[in-house]
């Protein structure tokens, strides 16, 4: 996929995350004791990443899964505990390192294999299931659609991700944002109304053409963590 906003926004992040925010990031993800506001985030972050396990089916065993965005492979391990096997990538070295850290060393059944890389490479391959969890929230709608459009003819059943909810708060403060440096603020969020995000799926002949007609979706809100999970299903 050559597109030099998803090119320049992945160099972002990558600086982001190794760079800014890797310890913050790291203790958010685990059971440091953290702020009260980090604490939501941390509850918010939970309930969605059970809600994408909840989606997928309980026995994986034998299904191939990407885990795009993997941060420090906490859905990834759980997915591997019930017989997947998933490649989880993620755009930071250092929360790979992490995640591999944090791999337990024996799983009863499934795999995971962390990689620190592109998640559109087609070199990976195709898959039974394709999560991605508050990957596509830093991207406005029609880049979502072409990063939606890339991975889902790989995607052999389910494709989940989550997107960041329009609200008008979060519409004020990302207007607010822009009259200031960010400096080493986190990378910007881009909200995308729900509307749009349906209408703009159901328009897609890619998806369309993959058999990809019904989803469902959940919304995930605490004091500081919002996001929307959407599941593309193949008919």
Known sequence: MSNLTYENKREELQTYFDRTAKDKWVALTSNTPVSRIRETVRKGREEMRNTLLEWLPEDLTGARILDAGCGTGMLAIEAAKRGADVLAIDISPELVKEAKKRMPTKLSKGSVEFLAGDMLDP?????????????????????????????????????????????????????????????????AIEPVKERKMVDAIAESEILRGEGFNSFRMRKVSTAFYKSQALELKRS
Not at 132 to 156: C, N, T, V
Not at 157 to 164: K, L, V, Y
């Open 123 to 187: 070199a990976h391959g195709d898959f039974d299931f394709i999560v991605a969890m508050d990957s596509f929230i830093h991207y406005p709608l029609p880049e979502i659609m072409k990063l939606l459009e890339e991975l889902g003819p790989r995607a052999k059943q389910n494709m989940s991700f989550t997107f960041a909810p329009s609200t008008p708060a979060l519409e004020v403060m990302k207007a607010a944002g822009k009259l200031f440096p960010r400096n080493d603020r986190s990378p």
